[in-house]
T-cell receptor, first 113, second 114 residues
Framework: AQSVTQLGSHVSVSEGALVLLRCNYS??????LFWYVQYPNQGLQLLLK??????LVKGINGFEAEFKKSETSFHLTKPSAHMSDAAEYFC???????????FGTGTRLLVSP | EAGVVQSPRYKIIEKKQPVAFWCNPI?????LYWYRQNLGQGPELLIR????????DSQLPKDRFSAERLKGVDSTLKIQPAELGDSAVYLC????????????FGPGTRLTVL
């Protein structure tokens, strides 16, 4: 069975500071990994995805994530936080390609001026 | 390009009442998903359609939930009768194909059962 653990239900940073959102996964086969962002009263929007190949994945809005198989991790980072980054972030894993995503419980990012 | 459209955006009903949610996927997307997102949780898949066919409904509570996707485009998710525990956000997503394509999510319907 596949699963995702997101450490920290809330993460607070100051504007301009590094953003680090943690995601660890469990999968019996090489996984596909995703990060989605959800703004209030909106649907989920894909930030980035890892399928195969290069382990450092760049996404939209300056976010990137690195697949580390040995650590079963896929942490999301951004060098400098903006106020507009405040949202809920979900990590997801799939062991069946794009068919069935299993989501983590989410991390709410708070950005203070 | 229009995104995934869902209606209504909000619904409040009494328990034991029926309720239905509607989804219009992105044009040309053959795969359609319904998810339920409980408060403080990530989305959980309820059902996946490939065109008109429900190919994965293992997580759909079939005693009270039903879904249909007539003509392989719009879809409706129904709950009858609703229970207090059904309060959640119901999300619809679509993708061009299931093989190698991103899921695009609609804004969801927030259901409150009193």
């Amino acid at each position: 069975a596949q699963s995702v653990t997101q450490l920290g239900s809330h993460v607070s940073v100051s504007e301009g500071a590094l953003v680090l959102l943690r995601c660890n996964y469990s999968s019996s086969v090489p996984p596909y990994l995703f990060w989605y962002v959800q703004y209030p009263n909106q649907g989920l929007q894909l930030l980035l995805k890892y399928t195969t190949g290069a382990t450092l994945v760049k996404g939209i809005n300056g976010f990137e994530a690195e697949f580390k198989k040995s650590e079963t991790s896929f942490h999301l980072t951004k060098p400098s936080a903006h106020m507009s980054d405040a949202a809920e972030y979900f990590c997801a894993v799939s062991s069946t390609g794009f068919q069935k995503l299993v989501f983590g419980t989410g991390t709410r990012l708070l950005v203070s001026p | 390009e229009a995104g995934v459209v869902q209606s209504p955006r909000y619904k409040i009903i009494e328990k034991k009442q029926p309720v239905a949610f509607w989804c219009n996927p992105i044009s040309g997307h053959n795969t359609l998903y319904w998810y339920r997102q409980n408060l403080g949780q990530g989305p959980e898949l309820l059902i996946r359609y490939e065109n008109e066919e429900a190919v994965d409904d293992s997580q759909l509570p079939k005693d009270r939930f039903s879904a249909e996707r007539l003509k392989g485009v719009d879809s409706t998710l129904k709950i009858q009768p609703a229970e207090l525990g059904d309060s959640a956000v119901y999300l619809c997503a679509s993708s061009f194909s299931v093989v190698a394509d991103t899921q695009y999510f609609g804004p969801g319907t927030r259901l409150t059962v009193l």
